[in-house]
């Protein structure tokens, strides 16, 4: 495994317990480290199943070939604690996640488990709360939060314990269109900030095209993978297996179509906005 890959799968296989289907059929990708890559597909397409076997809470089939690496650590039932302490997992319910009678105790409970000192532990949690923009929370009750403000408080408490890969699982489904802005523009700014690796599990085709590579799945098998651009204009493709594209790319589309050419790197609702404007004061 090169130096500079976060994740790599070679011909994984998954099989659920108790079931017939196979859930993963030959799935080989890579994940470059400091890159964010988004998986999309259908409901039962695999996406969450390879959120989970990157992060050791399944393991791919045995008598296989299969083999799962994070960061130079082979993904085996032996190394599974070593795979956690440097993966964090986002989750779709954060409801799910909290532990802590407030916000500052469950963003503190990683760093308990760990034996971190006290004094250390509140540092560190107020820092990583800071970040996300709750600070002014710490002593509130999560129940009383909106569903965006839970998000982030899920994010600071993986952030406590200093992941080098964060995976996005469904973890901005929940919420209204500016709340899964603002979180994704936070994980952004921490990826390029502390130089994370980033996982987006994703029915969001707006998410996906912030990432730096997407891979398409269908029924347990990678159908593609390459970059934003040229996956989204793969329109026939995507159509086939009951995926949209996003709506930048739609009018981007339209307008290509009406001779107005927009730049590739351009793929952003607030980048077409932006670059239309700036067209619009040249002419």
């Not at 994984?12 to 964010?36: M, R």
């Not at 956690?84 to 488990?113: H, S």
């Not at 901005?172 to 130089?195: A, V, Y």
Request: charged share 25%; aromatic share 4%.
């Amino acid at each position: 495994m090169s130096n500079n890959n976060a994740i790599e799968f070679k011909h994984v296989k998954f099989t659920y317990p108790d079931s017939k289907k196979t859930v993963l059929k030959d799935v080989n990708f890579i994940v470059k480290k400091g890159s964010w890559m988004s998986l999309i597909g259908h409901n039962g397409s695999g996406k969450s199943t390879i959120s989970k076997l990157i992060n050791g809470l399944l393991l791919p089939d045995e008598n296989s070939d299969s083999k799962i690496t994070v960061l130079g650590t082979n993904v085996t039932a032996e190394n599974i604690w070593d795979i956690r302490e440097k993966v964090g997992i986002v989750f779709q319910n954060p409801d799910n996640q909290f532990v802590g009678a407030t916000v500052g105790d469950d963003v503190a409970f990683g760093l308990e488990n760990r034996g971190v000192p006290r004094q250390e532990m509140i540092k560190i949690v107020r820092n990583v709360l800071s970040e996300v923009g709750m600070l002014e929370y710490i002593d509130s009750e999560p129940a009383n939060l909106s569903g965006g403000q839970k998000q982030r408080i899920a994010i600071a408490g993986i952030l406590a314990v200093e992941p080098q890969i964060i995976i996005l699982d469904e973890s901005t489904s929940m919420l209204d269109p500016s709340g899964r802005k603002q979180i994704l523009k936070i994980i952004s700014e921490l990826m390029k900030k502390k130089q994370l690796t980033v996982v987006s599990i994703t029915h969001d085709i707006d998410e996906a095209n912030m990432a730096d590579s997407v891979i398409v799945l269908n029924d347990g098998e990678i159908i593609d993978q390459d970059s934003p651009v040229k996956i989204f204009n793969k329109t026939t493709m995507l159509k086939q297996i009951g995926l949209d594209i996003p709506f930048t790319n739609k009018l981007i589309l339209a307008l290509d179509k009406g001779g107005v050419s927009v730049p590739q790197n351009v793929r952003t609702k607030d980048e077409l906005k932006q670059y239309l404007c700036q067209l619009n004061l040249k002419i």
